[in-house]
């Protein structure tokens, strides 16, 4: 079975940037969507960004776009969120998953889910 596991997060202040991982623990990484949801205090899960298992397509939130980057490396089987302009309500912890979904696809449909990373955006 598929593990992920999520590195990357910490305190950060308004302004700033992280850059989050995400590692699969074997190659079938390659084949699934890859998708970054956060959660934040007493909020539902909500998606952030997903790339394709080509690495061609993704999709952003309209609260990240322009601001935060997904992207995939299939040699180390890992994935990346990239986030800058960091802002107060980016507080979360930050999941990511592995599917065979679309790009819009709920979060019910992804198969394989990391323990999260929590990032805090503070002043």
């Known amino acids: 079975q598929l593990q992920l596991v999520e590195s990357g997060g910490g305190l950060v202040q308004i302004g700033g940037s992280l850059n989050l991982s995400c590692t699969a623990s074997?190659?079938?990484?390659?084949?699934?969507?890859l998708a970054w949801f956060r959660q934040a205090p007493e909020s539902e899960r909500e998606l952030v960004a997903v790339i394709k298992s080509s690495g061609l397509s993704r999709f952003y939130s309209g609260a990240v776009r322009g601001r935060f980057t997904i992207s995939r490396d299939s040699t180390e089987n890992k994935a990346y969120l990239l986030m800058n302009n960091l802002k107060s309500e980016d507080t979360a912890i930050y999941y990511c998953a592995a599917g065979e979904g679309g790009l819009r696809a709920p979060g019910s449909e992804y198969k394989y889910w990391g323990q999260g990373t929590r990032v805090t955006v503070s002043s």
């Open positions: 074997d190659d079938t990484f390659k084949q699934y969507t």
